[in-house]
């Protein structure tokens, strides 16, 4: 299986000097099975680069969309998408139902000419929709299993078990959240042995003293689930906008001092092998 990073900031595109070593793109990861299945995760300003690598392929199998929830910054790059408008690409959005609601109001209402130029009739893809459930969903002879984040919004964290590895993506999570929706042992045994689990880790402790209800979670908090379930790497995810490259190196090689599990900062471009 194998995993690139097409945006990993969260909130808010950063692009500029200061971010270019992570990226300043949002949430966007394209994932191929090892039978060689493609399944693409998020919609923010990321996919657009993506989208542009696709259009390379001649006859191009169904590609599955996870989206995780309709924030801004997990939907926005979507009209941007240019395999939307072509007949050949068939697509298929995969989603709770709720989310599917709210990525129409949010999405494709903002195709109606005016705010953007395209318009609804210019998507020519072949689109479907699936409604996904808490037994999750199969896609390439691979089962995806999810888990209900703590956000202020219904929002999917994702385990893909793919032969003997696995992979978890579980971003815009609040792990130590007053009033979880899914409490932190449901996290531990849903990340359980993982090979590489990529978290939320958009606060530092310090943030986190007023950002605490946002629905993010801090570098120390992913660590600890990360070690109570025997994840092998994490990689920490939806940087903060604010946060340069410098800031978040520093942070960092401090935390790897705090722990045994290999730690990294994801990177917009980096792919990884499982
Ligand atoms: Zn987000
Ligand atoms: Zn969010």
Not at 38 to 57: N, P, S, Y
Not at 114 to 132: G, M
Request: proline share 5%; with cysteine; hydrophobic share 35%.
């Amino acid at each position: 299986m194998k995993v690139t990073f097409y945006g990993v900031r969260g909130s808010i595109p950063a692009p500029g000097c200061e971010t270019s070593r992570y990226g300043g793109n949002t949430t966007c990861a394209e994932v191929i099975t090892t039978g060689g299945y493609r399944m693409i995760i998020d919609c923010g300003t990321g996919i657009r680069k993506l989208g542009i690598k696709l259009l390379k392929e001649k006859d191009p199998a169904t590609i599955p969309i996870f989206i995780t929830h309709a924030h801004w910054d997990h939907v926005q790059g979507l009209p941007f998408f240019l395999p939307i408008y072509m007949p050949r690409f068939k697509l298929m959005f995969v989603s709770a139902n709720d989310g599917f609601d709210r990525l129409y109001q949010t999405l494709y209402n903002q195709m109606d000419g005016y705010v953007f130029p395209a318009d609804l009739q210019e998507v020519q893809s072949q689109v479907k929709y699936e409604i996904i459930d808490a037994k999750g969903f199969d896609f390439g002879g691979v089962h995806f299993d999810t888990i209900l984040n703590n956000h202020p919004v219904p929002t999917h964290g994702l385990r893909i078990k793919d032969g003997k590895k696995t992979f978890v993506f579980i971003t815009d999570n609040e792990l130590q959240a007053a009033n979880p929706i899914t409490p932190f042992s449901d996290f531990v045994a849903f990340c359980q042995g993982a090979d590489i689990l990529v978290h939320d880790a958009q606060y530092t402790e310090e943030d986190m003293k007023r950002t605490r209800g946002w629905g993010h979670s801090t570098f120390s908090e992913a660590i600890k689930l990360a070690e109570e379930a025997g994840v092998k790497r994490l990689g920490f995810f939806h940087h903060d906008p604010e946060r340069t490259d410098d800031q978040l190196d520093e942070i960092i090689k401090q935390m790897q001092g705090t722990t045994q599990i290999k730690l990294f900062g994801t990177r917009e471009g980096e792919e990884l092998d499982l």
